[in-house]
T-cell receptor, first 112, second 115 residues
Framework: KQEVTQIPAALSVPEGENLVLNCSFT??????LQWFRQDPGKGLTSLLL?????REQTSGRLNASLDKSSGRSTLYIAASQPGDSATYLC???????????FGTGTSLTVIP | DADVTQTPRNRITKTGKRIMLECSQT?????MYWYRQDPGLGLRLIYY???????NKGEISDGYSVSRQAQAKFSLSLESAIPNQTALYFC??????????????FGSGTRLTVV
């Protein structure tokens, strides 16, 4: 079974800092990886979807990279803002089966 | 309006009661999923459906049932609620036209408390 790990579980940074969130997965046989944002008590908002054939995806201040062979993805957030405070989840879709496997998330706090 | 709508948003129910959570979507996606989220455990798949006549169990289906009433509607039932079913429940959709390269769209969730 695919296992997805996100470290650290929580991160606090001052406003304006660039930061990196990490996601690792145990089985490199994946179709894609998706990063989500979750605000407290709310649903998941898709941020970026990276196909297995891609190395990175960018959207605004966000850049996600994928190294399938090493089982790792990173989400880079540039010039962090207090509005970026949320929990960030990654999910991988393996070749076999019909579901995504989720990490437990990194809770980010950006201090004004 | 949201692409994926879940009702109710919050629900408190008593042990032993039957409860239904509903999900409807305007994305036109054919695939729908129910997940639950517990602190420290991440999201876990309960049931999924690839079309109206297709229902499949996920990794934690015991104590739950589902109904796909139409392509746009997928409901989750707890036949006899128990306290350890207290969780945040999410409905999600995806598009088979995207193949396995497609991603998920999530609803806003239903917070269920069983007392």
């Amino acid at each position: 079974k695919q296992e997805v790990t996100q470290i650290p579980a929580a991160l606090s940074v001052p406003e304006g800092e660039n930061l990196v969130l990490n996601c690792s997965f145990t089985d490199s046989a994946i179709y894609n990886l998706q990063w989500f944002r979750q605000d407290p008590g709310k649903g998941l908002t898709s941020l970026l979807l990276i196909q297995s054939s891609q190395r990175e995806q960018t959207s605004g201040r966000l850049n996600a990279s994928l190294d399938k062979s090493s089982g790792r993805s990173t989400l880079y957030i540039a010039a962090s803002q207090p509005g970026d405070s949320a929990t960030y989840l990654c999910a991988v879709r393996p070749y076999t089966g019909n579901q995504f496997y989720f990490g437990t998330g990194t809770s980010l706090t950006v201090i004004p | 309006d949201a692409d994926v709508t879940q009702t109710p948003r919050n629900r408190i129910t008593k042990t032993g009661k039957r409860i239904m959570l509903e999900c409807s979507q305007t994305k036109g996606h054919d695939r729908m999923y129910w997940y639950r989220q517990d602190p420290g455990l991440g999201l876990r798949l309960i049931y999924y459906s690839f079309d109206v006549k297709d229902i499949n169990k996920g990794e934690i289906s015991d104590g739950y049932s589902v109904s796909r009433q139409a392509q746009a509607k997928f409901s989750l039932s707890l036949e006899s609620a128990i306290p350890n079913q207290t969780a945040l429940y999410f409905c999600a959709t995806s598009d088979s036209a995207m193949g396995r390269g497609g991603g998920y769209t999530f609803g806003s969730g239903t917070r269920l408390t069983v007392v």
